[in-house]
């Protein structure tokens, strides 16, 4: 494991199955579906049953505890992770939804954040469900307010957001609400919420590099959940400063993206670590927000000046923040000003002249009531070091412990006594007897207190199960495929595979370092996954790829792609190979190679939305595709034609440096930042140039 990528994991290829594993070995009301990284409700059978509509939600991970963490009674039925930074491949996503869903009467909610890879990939396994006779509907959230100009981008991406959606859900599909009345809700909700972040330092993705490099002295505003560049990088400030600037941002009348707030709005506020932020910094920004929106909340009680009626909210806040936050949004502005004016008043006898005669038995009712209504909006706070991590370790303790004979009673994994930001973990152990352990079972309210999902009547951690469906066992069928190319061709053909993947897995690094600039680090990793997958089937005894039927070839290349990827990469590439193949279904000839190419670049055109020019792949594969069709019409030799193709792909390529991002994560990348060209048009020259190479030999 590199240096530069100091974490607790086992190995990078694993890190996502065991930190499922470790989630769902500390809440026993949660069952991993074997082969998937897909988390689903251990009652999942009597929710199906129950005919309620059920939710699922997924992408990639690195955002712990999002999505498996909120799989639960009144939240998901279940969840997809891809590896981290990476949409799911789509035959996971069709087993977690047909392991939620067996066809139940009231259907299925597929919530996802708005990302490429997973509009892609989500999209295409609803498709499939639907063909199988599910009942599904798809939400996308895209509530990030950081984008100001209303230029051609993948649209507003998917942040925190996402989880008020889920619980949004959860609680309407609880109610026996229908699948149509819970979409059309959230669909609504998401147009009614904002997101803005702020970054101090970069994250890191297991087993590379950080993702970004920032000053000591420097803050980063309205940047994305993967590394991917914000909208302004500015001085370090204070926190009272940084709240305003977030919020002054989001709210802003000039932002294309912005959330309108005015006075007398509602608001529910969720304030998110992204990680690695001290619980003792999230608490100072959840007072600064509440001080700051409750400009807008407080209207003039009896002629008092705003000013005057701010101070003394902010008095009441500091005093209240004593017993909690009081979030100032959820419940109506006259009950929130009533309760407000209430506690001023009574609170007013520490600071000001006492004006009222209530008791303060009275007074801690009122302050109790109001932190019941509003403690409902609270946040969890998630701690110094990953939750992928401390899921790993989990995993890893129990594992040891109970190799030596422990019985692991009970397991909490989370935040308890932090070291400000610190990166690391402790590891507490206590004899249990029944009294210890019924303490640790009785009910608490204390918002610090983690406590395993149990479902009802469950008190005991189980060893962990996993469930087995029949998606489980994810084994191409053996097929007798008849050779349509000669010999020599089929030669050529197995060794154009051989170099396309062996160069995709040895430019690996390059790769990432280029999405590291325009995305989220992680498009070298998804090629060369896949590589690595072509390369193990082409050499497989039992069912190797089928290199003599350039059909047949395609179409496992698109399984390939569909299965192991991931990411916007595997589900474009799935398509793109799924359409080749079928084009040279028909024929095998120079021009039907250069008509298969075509059709595969106009199915990338139609389901990623991407024109040429906008800075993607398609800078690489159309030029290339056109000219090669067009050398082949001029009469000019295939070898001559392929390699004047490849010529204007590595120029496409080239050129993308300069062009200005409308498609994908880089669009969010403003133009001035984006110096080097586009990884996923780099990675197609890359394959196509081996091809070449073994052409011309
Ligand atoms: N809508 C799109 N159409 C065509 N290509 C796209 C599109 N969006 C992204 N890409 C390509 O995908 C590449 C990134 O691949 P990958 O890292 O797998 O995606 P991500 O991490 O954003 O899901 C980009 O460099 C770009 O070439
Ligand atoms: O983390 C992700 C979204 O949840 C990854 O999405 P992409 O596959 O588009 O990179
Ligand atoms: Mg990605
Ligand atoms: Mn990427």
Redesign the pocket.
């Known amino acids: 494991m590199s240096t530069a990528c100091k974490k607790l994991v086992n190995t990078v290829e694993r890190c996502v199955d065991e930190c499922l594993e470790g989630l769902v070995a500390v809440n026993p009301g949660l069952r991993l579906v074997e082969g998937h990284r897909v988390v689903v409700r251990a009652d999942i059978e009597d929710a199906i049953a129950s005919g309620k509509v059920s939710l699922i939600s997924g992408g990639?991970s690195g955002h712990e505890p999002a999505h498996a963490g909120f799989v639960g009674k009144g939240m998901l039925s279940g969840s997809v992770a891809g590896a981290v930074?990476?949409?799911p491949p789509p035959q996971s996503i069709l087993a977690c939804l047909r392991a939620v869903a067996k066809k139940n009467a009231g259907g299925t909610v597929v919530i996802i954040k708005n990302?490429?890879?997973?509009r892609?990939n989500f999209g295409l396994a609803v498709e499939r469900a639907k063909h199988e006779g599910y009942k599904c509907d798809m939400v996308v959230v895209g509530e990030d307010c950081a984008l100001k100009s209303s230029d051609k981008t993948?649209g507003r991406r998917g942040l925190c957001g996402t989880i008020l959606i889920e619980k949004i859900c959860g609680a309407l599909a609880e109610e026996g609400r229908t699948l149509e009345d819970i979409a059309r809700i959230a669909k609504d909700a998401v147009t009614k919420m904002g997101t803005i972040g702020l970054s101090l330092s970069p994250c890191t993705i297991p087993g590379a590099g950080a993702s970004f490099t920032l000053g000591a002295d420097e803050i980063e505003l309205g940047l994305g959940i993967?590394g991917e560049a914000g909208v302004k990088r500015t001085k370090l400030v204070t926190a009272n400063e940084a709240v305003r600037m977030m919020i002054d941002h989001m709210t802003d009348p000039n932002n294309n993206s912005r959330l309108q707030v005015k006075t007398g709005d509602k608001v529910a506020c969720m304030i998110n670590n992204l990680g690695g932020t001290s619980v003792l910094e999230l608490n100072i920004i959840a007072r600064e927000a509440i001080l700051l929106l409750g400009r807008y909340h407080y209207v003039n009680l009896s002629g008092t000046s705003v000013l005057e009626l701010n101070i003394i909210v902010r008095e009441a806040i500091l005093l209240l923040g004593r017993y909690h936050y009081v979030n100032l949004g959820g419940t109506s502005v006259l009950e929130l000003n009533i309760i407000a004016r209430e506690a001023i008043l009574l609170l007013g006898r520490y600071h000001y002249v006492n004006v009222g005669g209530t008791s303060v038995l009275e007074l801690n009712i009122i302050v109790r009531e109001a932190i019941l209504l509003l403690g409902r909006y609270h946040y969890v706070n998630l701690g110094g070091t990953s939750v992928l991590e401390l899921n790993i370790i989990a995993r890893e303790a129990i594992l040891l412990l109970e190799s030596r004979g422990v019985a692991v009673e009970r397991v909490y994994c989370g935040s308890f006594t932090t070291s400000l930001e610190m990166a690391g973990v402790s590891i507490t152990l206590l004899h249990l007897d029944d009294t210890l352990r019924n303490c640790l079972d009785a009910e608490t309210n204390a918002p610090g207190w983690v406590r395993p999902y149990l479902p009802s009547g469950q008190r005991t951690r189980t060893t962990p199960q996993k469930m087995v469906t029949e998606d489980s066992h994810n084994i191409a069928k053996q097929q007798t495929v008849t050779d349509t190319v000669s010999a020599d061709m089929k030669q050529q053909l197995y060794n154009m595979v051989k170099t396309a993947a062996e160069q995709l897995i040895a430019s690996e690094e390059q790769?990432n370092g280029?999405?590291k600039e325009?995305?989220?680090?992680?498009?070298?990793s998804?090629?060369a996954r896949g590589a690595q997958d072509i390369l193990s089937e082409l050499k497989s005894k039992d069912n190797p790829l089928p290199v003599g039927n350039p059909a047949e070839l395609a179409k496992r290349l698109g399984n390939i792609a569909e299965v192991s990827?991931?990411?916007?990469?595997?589900?474009?590439y799935s398509l793109f190979f799924t359409t080749v193949a079928g084009e040279l279904q028909k024929e095998i000839s120079p021009s039907a190679w250069s008509s298969a190419l075509a059709a595969g670049v106009t199915t990338?055109?139609k389901?990623?939305?991407?024109d040429p020019g906008?800075?993607?792949?398609?800078?690489?594969l159309y030029p290339a595709s056109e000219e090669l069709s067009s050398c082949l019409k001029a009469k000019k030799s295939p070898i001559e034609s392929f390699k004047s193709a490849v010529q204007k792909c590595e120029e496409g390529a080239k050129s993308?440096a300069t062009m200005k991002a409308r498609?994908?994560?880089?669009s969010y990348v403003s133009q001035d930042r984006l110096k080097n060209p586009?990884?996923?048009?780099?990675?197609?020259t890359i394959w196509l140039s081996a091809v070449l190479d073994i052409l011309s030999k």
Do not use: Q
């Open positions: 990639g930074f990476t949409s990302y490429t890879g997973d892609i993948a993967h790769l280029l999405d325009s995305g989220d680090g992680d498009c070298g998804t090629m990827m991931g990411g916007s990469s595997g589900g474009l990338i055109r389901y990623g939305g991407a906008d800075r993607t792949m398609l800078d690489a993308t498609a994908g994560r880089s586009d990884p996923g048009a780099m990675a197609v």
